[in-house]
């Protein structure tokens, strides 16, 4: 009897804190932090990640780098001025890399290199970018980015595909200056080109309306992109997703997917003989209905290995 009274008192008094606590507002709830994205450092010493914290008095989101050792001591904020912060990555070098806006308002990729100096810009393509990936030796980055000026290849790509256009996707190939193409762009200084033929270090695009392209992956070598793409604008799980191997000095696209079945997020090995990818397990099923397997394509001989048939 003496226990159970112990423990009703206890249970009272836990009340009586709680009611005496402010209690937990809407405004508590947003203002709440929340860590968006985690990026290991390539030789695993660091992890950096984003926090986001909503700021009702500006009634906007503030966006903060943060970084630490890999055993979690000495954390320490990079950013201090809530500006939108995004793409965090590292660069090969070590580098961490992030997209902001830079001073003509145009976003671009940023480093910070760790060591005392300021983080600068070291991208410039027009229009700025939306996304991003390191090439190898760090001197690229395949990237998602406005198309750019009309050079009449696009009217050619809308009309090439108009067979097989829906209301959707009219409508997005009414407005192409609204979805992102891949680019090839330096991570650095720009050069002119040595001799007639020679590109420099200029920024390519890679692709044509209406492709959308959604997951880059280099290989080890930094010749080849597997890239995840849609033929159409469109984002839907329930059309067309391929993967396909893209030459970097050529532009040359080549796909290595069943175009029947959805596939997506290719991964080189480390060797860079082989790319691994999603891609659906049946064939007469939409994207989100079907089960998936991982399965091996062999670049040199094109054959493919399902590594889940049996799961």
Do not use: C
């Not at 200029?202 to 930094?222: C, F, I, K, M, T």
Request: aromatic fraction near 8%; charged fraction near 30%.
């Amino acid at each position: 009897m003496r226990r159970v009274l112990m423990v009703l008192g206890a249970l009272v008094a836990l009340a009586a804190a709680l009611q005496a606590a402010d209690p937990f507002t809407i405004d508590d709830f947003l203002q709440v932090p929340v860590i968006t994205t985690v990026a290991v450092s390539p030789d695993g010493q660091h992890v950096a990640w984003v926090r986001t914290a909503r700021n009702l008095a500006d009634d906007e989101s503030d966006r903060e780098l943060w970084l630490a050792d890999e055993d979690g001591s000495h954390r320490r904020r990079l950013t201090w001025d809530g500006e939108a912060t995004g793409g965090l990555a590292w660069r090969p070098d070590g580098s961490l890399s992030f997209l902001r806006a830079d001073d003509d308002g145009d976003t671009q990729v940023w480093i910070n290199p760790l060591d005392g100096s300021e983080p600068r810009p070291v991208t410039d393509l027009d229009e700025g970018i939306q996304g991003y990936w390191w090439s190898p030796d760090g001197a690229w980055v395949a990237a998602l980015a406005p198309r750019g000026e009309d050079d009449g290849a696009d009217a050619e790509a809308a009309d090439a595909d108009d067979d097989k256009a829906d209301w959707i996707v009219k409508d997005r190939l009414d407005h192409p200056e609204d979805y992102p193409q891949l680019w090839l762009v330096p991570a650095g200084k720009l050069t002119e080109p040595a001799d007639e033929g020679d590109a420099g270090r200029r920024p390519r695009r890679l692709s044509e309306p209406p492709y959308n392209v959604q997951h880059v992956a280099w290989s080890p070598d930094g010749k080849t992109l597997a890239v995840t793409y849609n033929p159409r604008f469109s984002g839907l799980v329930d059309e067309e997703q391929r993967v396909a191997l893209v030459d970097v000095a050529s532009g040359e696209w080549r796909d290595i997917s069943d175009p029947d079945r959805h596939s997506s997020l290719a991964a080189w090995l480390p060797h860079g003989r082989k790319v691994a990818f999603f891609t659906d397990r049946e064939d007469d099923y939409r994207a989100y209905l079907n089960l998936k397997d991982v399965v091996l394509y062999e670049v040199a001989t094109g054959d493919v290995e399902v590594l889940t048939g049996d799961t």
